[in-house]
């Protein structure tokens, strides 16, 4: 699973993107990986918009 989380924090928005690698045995998890790619601060979150992306 991939998801980008956003927010704000005294008016500043911020960002950051996860990624869930789940080990799946039997039909349930059994082990959940995380990784985070890091908080992406409103400067670069500027830069992306202004990029298109």
């Excluded at 080990?23 to 349930?28: A, L, S, V």
């Excluded at 059994?30 to 990784?35: E, S």
């Amino acid at each position: 699973m991939e998801y980008t989380l956003t927010w704000s924090q005294d008016g500043v928005p911020g960002a950051g993107h996860h990624v869930h690698l789940f080990t799946i045995e039997h039909d349930r998890i059994v082990a959940d990986t995380v990784m985070c790619g890091g908080r992406w601060p409103a400067s670069l979150l500027a830069e992306m918009e202004e990029a298109g992306g």
